[in-house]
C-alpha cells in the first residue's frame, strides 16, 4: 500500500506518518517511510538523530543514480537524460519492491526499527516553488512508479503542507491518502481543498482528526468533513514526550490512539489497491509533462516511452529478470 500523509502545515503530517510506520513495523509489515517535506522532521519523529540523518545521502541529490538504476535496460529509455520524473515503466525497466535489496536502498536508505527510511533532502529558501523542489520530489515520484508493493507492505509518504502537494501528479500515486486535521477551520479548508483538486483522480482520501481535546472537537470534525472522518487522535503525552527526545516504544502509545492508526491500516487494505488506475494515471500524467516542457527539452516525443498493456502489479515480480 503506497499511503501519503498530507494536510495543513503543523497539523501532525510528520507526527502520524511516524506513528503509523512505527506501529505498522511493529506488527510485522514490510514499511518504508520516505520524508518527501519541504520541512524535514520524519527522521527525528522515526527516533534517529536527524543531524545524522541531514548529512546522509538523499532522495534529491541522487536523482541521477535513481534514473540510471531504473530504467534498467528499457530501450525505450536509453539514457537517463531522457528520463522525466513521470516516466513511466516499460519491460526492461527495473521494479522496486519493500523489502528487496538493491544498490539504490543501499545507497541512500538507512534502517530504523524495522523501517526503511529516507529523504529528499532539504530545502534551501531559493527552492521553494520552482523546479529544484519538485525535481528532488521527483525521485521520490520515480520510485512509487516503479513500486510493486503487497496489500501488507507499507510505502509511507509525508508529504508537504497544503496545495503545493498538488503541483505535481504524485497525490494520485497513492493507494491512500490521509489527511491529518485539527479541529480548526483552516484545516479543514485544506481538506476541501485537497478533495476539489482530487476530485477527477478518483483518490481515495481519509480524514484523522488530530490534537483532539474533547467531544466538541470532533463534532466540529464531523460536520466539517462527514464521513470521511475515519477516527481522531487526541493530544497526546506519548507525541510530547517524543518532540523532546524521548521516542518511547510505539507499544506506550496511548490505546486510543494505536486503534486510529489501526484503523487507519484497515482502511488502506480494505480499500485495495487499483493497479490499472494507477498505470493509467501514470501514462496520463507523463504524457502531460512530455507536451508540456519535457519533448520540448529532449528534442523527441517522450510520449513513446509509454507502453499501454505494461499494467504494473505483482504478476511482473515473477517475470521479471533481476
Ligand atoms: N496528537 C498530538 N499530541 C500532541 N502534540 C502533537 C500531536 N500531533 C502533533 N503534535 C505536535 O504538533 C507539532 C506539529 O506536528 P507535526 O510536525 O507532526 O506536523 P506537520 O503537519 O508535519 O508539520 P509541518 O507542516 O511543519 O511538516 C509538533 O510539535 C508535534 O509534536
Ligand atoms: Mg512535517
Given amino acids: 500500500m503506497k499511503l501519503a500523509f498530507v494536510g495543513k502545515g503543523g497539523s501532525g503530517k510528520t507526527t502520524m506518518a511516524s506513528l503509523f510506520a512505527r506501529r505498522a513495523a511493529s506488527l510485522g509489515h514490510a514499511v518504508m517511510a520516505v520524508d518527501a517535506d519541504i520541512n524535514q522532521?520524519?527522521?527525528a519523529a522515526l527516533g534517529l538523530d536527524p543531524e545524522a540523518a541531514a548529512m546522509g545521502p538523499v532522495l534529491?541529490?541522487?536523482?541521477?543514480?535513481?534514473?540510471?538504476?531504473?530504467?534498467?535496460?528499457?530501450?525505450?529509455?536509453?539514457?537517463?537524460?531522457?528520463?522525466?520524473?513521470?516516466?513511466?515503466?516499460?519491460?526492461?525497466?527495473?521494479?522496486?519492491?519493500?523489502?528487496?535489496?538493491?544498490?539504490?536502498y543501499d545507497e541512500i536508505f538507512?534502517?530504523?526499527?524495522?523501517?526503511?527510511?529516507?529523504?529528499?533532502?532539504?530545502?534551501?529558501?531559493?527552492?521553494?516553488g520552482v523546479s529544484c523542489y519538485h525535481s528532488k520530489v521527483g525521485a521520490v515520484e520515480l520510485m512509487l512508479n516503479h513500486m510493486i508493493d503487497a496489500d501488507d507492505e507499507f510505502v509511507i509518504v509525508d508529504m508537504v503542507a497544503g496545495a503545493e502537494a498538488f503541483a505535481s501528479g504524485m497525490f494520485t500515486r497513492f493507494d491512500h491518502t490521509f489527511l491529518v486535521c485539527e479541529p480548526t477551520l483552516r484545516s479543514?479548508?485544506?481538506?476541501?481543498?485537497?478533495?476539489?483538486?482530487?476530485?477527477?483522480?478518483?483518490?481515495?482520501?481519509?480524514?484523522?482528526?488530530?490534537?483532539?481535546?474533547?467531544?466538541?472537537?470532533?463534532?466540529f470534525l464531523r460536520e466539517h468533513v462527514g464521513d470521511a472522518l475515519i477516527g481522531w487522535c487526541t493530544r497526546s503525552r506519548?507525541?510530547?514526550?517524543?518532540?523532546?527526545?524521548?521516542?518511547?516504544?510505539i507499544?506506550?502509545?496511548?490505546?486510543?490512539?494505536?486503534?486510529?492508526?489501526?484503523?487507519?491500516?484497515?482502511?488502506?487494505?480494505?480499500?485495495?489497491?487499483?493497479w490499472v488506475k494507477f498505470t493509467s494515471q501514470a501514462h496520463e500524467f507523463?504524457?502531460?509533462?512530455?507536451?508540456?516542457?519535457?519533448?520540448?527539452?529532449?528534442?523527441?516525443?517522450?510520449?513513446?516511452?509509454?507502453?499501454?498493456?505494461?499494467v504494473l502489479g505483482e504478476h511482473l515480480l515473477h517475470t521479471q529478470t533481476v
Wanted: aromatic share 6%; charged share 30%; net charge negative.
Fill in 60 to 104: 534529491g541529490e541522487r536523482l541521477g543514480d535513481i534514473k540510471e538504476y531504473l530504467r534498467g535496460d528499457n530501450p525505450l529509455v536509453p539514457s537517463a537524460d531522457l528520463m522525466l520524473k513521470t516516466t513511466p515503466p516499460g519491460p526492461g525497466s527495473r521494479l522496486l519492491t519493500v523489502s528487496e535489496s538493491n544498490p539504490v
Fill in 188 to 219: 479543514v479548508g485544506v481538506y476541501k481543498q485537497y478533495v476539489g483538486y482530487a476530485e477527477d483522480y478518483d483518490v481515495n482520501i481519509a480524514v484523522i482528526g488530530n490534537k483532539i481535546d474533547d467531544e466538541d472537537d470532533v463534532e
Fill in 110 to 128: 538507512t534502517e530504523v526499527d524495522g523501517i526503511r527510511f529516507a529523504a529528499t533532502g532539504g530545502f534551501v529558501e531559493d527552492d521553494l
Fill in 251 to 274: 507499544e506506550e502509545l496511548e490505546e486510543a490512539n494505536l486503534a486510529v492508526l489501526d484503523a487507519a491500516r484497515e482502511r488502506a487494505v480494505g480499500a485495495g489497491k487499483d
Fill in 286 to 310: 507523463h504524457r502531460k509533462a512530455a507536451a508540456a516542457w519535457g519533448n520540448d527539452r529532449a528534442g523527441v516525443d517522450l510520449a513513446d516511452q509509454i507502453v499501454e498493456d505494461f
Fill in 41 to 43: 522532521h520524519l527522521a
Fill in 238 to 249: 506519548y507525541v510530547k514526550a517524543a518532540e523532546r527526545g524521548l521516542v518511547g516504544p
